[in-house]
Protein backbone atom coordinates (compact mmCIF):
# COMPACT_ATOMS: atom_id res chain seq x y z
CA UNK A 1 0.00 0.00 0.00
CA UNK A 2 1.48 3.66 -1.02
CA UNK A 3 0.64 5.89 2.05
CA UNK A 4 1.58 9.73 2.05
CA UNK A 5 1.20 11.17 5.43
CA UNK A 6 1.70 14.65 6.23
CA UNK A 7 3.07 15.40 10.20
CA UNK A 8 4.88 17.19 12.51
CA UNK A 9 9.00 16.75 13.13
CA UNK A 10 10.54 17.04 16.24
CA UNK A 11 11.19 20.97 14.99
CA UNK A 12 7.07 20.92 14.67
CA UNK A 13 8.31 21.67 10.79
CA UNK A 14 5.49 19.59 8.78
CA UNK A 15 6.89 17.28 6.42
CA UNK A 16 5.63 14.48 3.90
CA UNK A 17 6.54 10.93 4.73
CA UNK A 18 5.45 8.96 1.43
CA UNK A 19 6.71 5.26 1.43
CA UNK A 20 5.72 2.05 0.94
CA UNK A 21 3.99 -0.48 3.82
CA UNK A 22 5.08 -3.43 3.94
CA UNK A 23 3.63 -5.70 7.43
CA UNK A 24 4.24 -9.20 5.86
CA UNK A 25 5.98 -12.26 6.87
CA UNK A 26 7.23 -15.17 5.06
CA UNK A 27 9.46 -19.03 5.86
CA UNK A 28 12.07 -19.57 4.16
CA UNK A 29 13.66 -23.31 4.88
CA UNK A 30 14.59 -22.41 8.99
CA UNK A 31 14.57 -18.47 8.47
CA UNK A 32 11.77 -16.03 9.51
CA UNK A 33 11.86 -13.24 7.15
CA UNK A 34 9.44 -10.52 9.06
CA UNK A 35 8.61 -7.28 7.41
CA UNK A 36 7.94 -3.90 9.21
CA UNK A 37 8.71 -1.34 7.43
CA UNK A 38 7.06 1.94 6.58
CA UNK A 39 4.61 4.80 8.19
CA UNK A 40 3.26 2.33 11.18
CA UNK A 41 0.04 1.95 13.11
CA UNK A 42 -0.49 0.26 16.22
CA UNK A 43 -2.90 -1.37 14.03
CA UNK A 44 -0.17 -2.29 11.36
CA UNK A 45 1.62 -3.60 14.61
CA UNK A 46 -0.80 -6.05 15.69
CA UNK A 47 -1.93 -7.26 12.26
CA UNK A 48 1.89 -7.99 11.39
CA UNK A 49 2.37 -9.85 14.53
CA UNK A 50 -0.89 -12.14 14.01
CA UNK A 51 0.81 -13.15 10.85
CA UNK A 52 4.58 -13.21 12.41
CA UNK A 53 3.03 -15.44 15.71
CA UNK A 54 1.56 -17.85 13.44
CA UNK A 55 4.67 -17.98 11.26
CA UNK A 56 6.83 -18.95 14.50
CA UNK A 57 4.33 -21.04 16.23
CA UNK A 58 4.01 -23.42 12.80
CA UNK A 59 7.85 -24.36 14.07
CA UNK A 60 7.42 -24.42 18.11
CA UNK A 61 4.31 -27.06 17.38
CA UNK A 62 7.18 -28.98 15.40
CA UNK A 63 9.50 -28.81 18.10
CA UNK A 64 12.12 -26.60 15.55
CA UNK A 65 13.83 -23.53 16.34
CA UNK A 66 13.90 -20.75 13.73
CA UNK A 67 16.34 -17.99 12.77
CA UNK A 68 14.79 -14.65 12.27
CA UNK A 69 15.70 -12.27 9.39
CA UNK A 70 13.95 -8.73 10.98
CA UNK A 71 13.18 -5.72 8.18
CA UNK A 72 12.91 -2.75 10.09
CA UNK A 73 14.57 -0.43 7.52
CA UNK A 74 12.41 2.68 6.96
CA UNK A 75 10.24 1.93 9.45
CA UNK A 76 8.15 5.30 10.48
CA UNK A 77 6.37 4.59 13.49
CA UNK A 78 3.23 7.46 13.73
CA UNK A 79 3.97 7.33 17.62
CA UNK A 80 5.95 6.66 20.42
CA UNK A 81 3.08 4.14 21.63
CA UNK A 82 3.90 2.00 18.38
CA UNK A 83 7.94 0.99 19.70
CA UNK A 84 6.16 -0.05 22.76
CA UNK A 85 3.57 -1.95 21.46
CA UNK A 86 6.23 -3.82 18.72
CA UNK A 87 8.97 -4.22 21.51
CA UNK A 88 5.95 -6.17 23.76
CA UNK A 89 5.20 -8.69 21.19
CA UNK A 90 8.54 -9.19 19.57
CA UNK A 91 10.45 -9.58 22.53
CA UNK A 92 7.97 -12.12 24.59
CA UNK A 93 9.52 -15.40 26.04
CA UNK A 94 7.82 -17.68 23.46
CA UNK A 95 9.10 -15.74 20.67
CA UNK A 96 13.02 -15.65 21.86
CA UNK A 97 13.52 -18.77 23.80
CA UNK A 98 12.85 -20.69 20.10
CA UNK A 99 15.09 -18.51 18.17
CA UNK A 100 18.46 -20.00 17.07
CA UNK A 101 19.90 -16.17 16.34
CA UNK A 102 18.55 -12.69 14.87
CA UNK A 103 19.21 -10.10 11.93
CA UNK A 104 18.22 -6.74 12.25
CA UNK A 105 17.95 -4.74 9.11
CA UNK A 106 17.79 -0.93 9.85
CA UNK A 107 18.38 2.07 9.15
CA UNK A 108 22.27 3.55 9.01
CA UNK A 109 22.43 5.92 11.53
CA UNK A 110 23.01 6.73 15.58
CA UNK A 111 20.16 3.62 16.81
CA UNK A 112 22.28 1.59 14.42
CA UNK A 113 25.48 2.46 15.77
CA UNK A 114 24.82 2.30 19.00
CA UNK A 115 23.40 -1.33 18.92
CA UNK A 116 26.35 -2.78 16.72
CA UNK A 117 28.39 -1.53 19.35
CA UNK A 118 26.70 -2.28 22.70
CA UNK A 119 25.73 -5.84 21.31
CA UNK A 120 27.16 -8.77 23.14
CA UNK A 121 25.23 -11.65 22.05
CA UNK A 122 26.83 -13.92 18.99
CA UNK A 123 24.07 -14.84 18.03
CA UNK A 124 22.35 -11.45 16.95
CA UNK A 125 23.80 -9.16 14.24
CA UNK A 126 22.46 -5.54 13.23
CA UNK A 127 23.35 -4.04 9.98
CA UNK A 128 21.93 -1.70 7.14
CA UNK A 129 22.90 -4.33 4.35
CA UNK A 130 20.55 -7.04 3.28
CA UNK A 131 22.78 -8.83 1.72
CA UNK A 132 24.97 -9.52 4.35
CA UNK A 133 21.93 -9.85 7.32
CA UNK A 134 20.75 -12.62 4.71
CA UNK A 135 24.06 -14.30 3.95
CA UNK A 136 24.64 -14.09 7.90
CA UNK A 137 21.37 -15.74 9.00
CA UNK A 138 21.15 -18.33 6.59
CA UNK A 139 25.14 -19.46 7.07
CA UNK A 140 24.53 -19.27 11.07
CA UNK A 141 24.40 -22.70 13.07
Known amino acids: MLTTTLVYNNSKE ?26 ITNTDVNL ?22 VNRKGYTP ?8 WKEKFFSAAILD ?16 HLIQSNTKDNVIFSSNYDQIFEWISNYK
Open 48 to 69: WYKAFEQSCQEFIKKGKKYKLL
Open 98 to 113: NTIAAAFLMEEGDILN
Open 14 to 39: LIFISNVKNISTSVSDDIIITNLTGF
Open 78 to 85: EHFTVQKL
